[in-house]
């Protein structure tokens, strides 16, 4: 084999890679949105699955993958795809009090993804960076809720935000990072992403 052969076939393979990251960050960008559309509205915040979503495309991805699927998610959602809760979408959404916990979701992906670069998918680091990416997203969409809510000139206080967006998901989203750590733990043997 020559030099030239052995560039063709490097070349290949790098295309190929290629292709295949774009298949997996697309296909993982499309069960955030499904998993957005299973929803209970509970109040200003709907209770969804997209945080599992969230879970498993950074678990299985890593934080690179996984957070360009995660933007391209809330990208394709801002430029009026319906892939948001409830069937929504559009540039309005920003609006929403609630659209916080979504641009919280990249908080997540970076937090989880690195823990699988670094960890790979053991159970109890993966657990814990869970825990925490959810901590962020919290964070981050508990500050914007109280922004948007700051800027229509109604004043909410932390103690009644916590009340509405965080304290009633705590429990659904323990038991959705269970069900994430224990489908990637299951799906990293038989896949390799």
Do not use: E, H
Not at 137 to 163: K, R
Not at 165 to 176: L, M, N, T
């Amino acid at each position: 084999m020559n030099v030239n052969q052995n560039a063709n076939i490097s070349s290949g393979n790098k295309v190929k890679s290629g292709i295949l990251d774009i298949v997996f960050i697309a296909l993982f960008t499309s069960l955030i949105a499904i998993c957005s559309q299973i929803s209970i509205p509970i109040g200003p915040v709907p209770f969804t699955l997209q945080t599992l979503g969230v879970f498993i495309t950074a678990a299985l991805l890593g934080w690179k993958k996984g957070t360009i699927s995660v933007l391209v998610y809330i990208l394709i959602g801002l430029v009026g795809v319906p892939v948001f809760a409830g069937f929504s979408g559009g540039i309005g959404s920003v609006a929403s009090p609630a659209f916080g916990y979504v641009i919280g979701f990249i908080f997540t992906a970076i937090v989880v993804g690195l823990c699988k670069n670094i960890f790979g998918n053991k159970i109890i680091p993966l657990v814990i960076s869970m825990v925490i990416g959810l901590f962020l997203c919290y964070i981050v969409g508990t500050i914007w809720f109280m922004s948007v809510y700051g800027i229509t000139g109604t004043s909410v206080g932390l103690g009644a935000v916590l009340g509405w967006c965080v304290w009633p998901f705590i429990v659904p989203d323990v038991c959705k990072i269970a069900v994430a750590a224990i489908l990637v733990n299951r799906l990293d043997k038989i896949i390799k992403l």
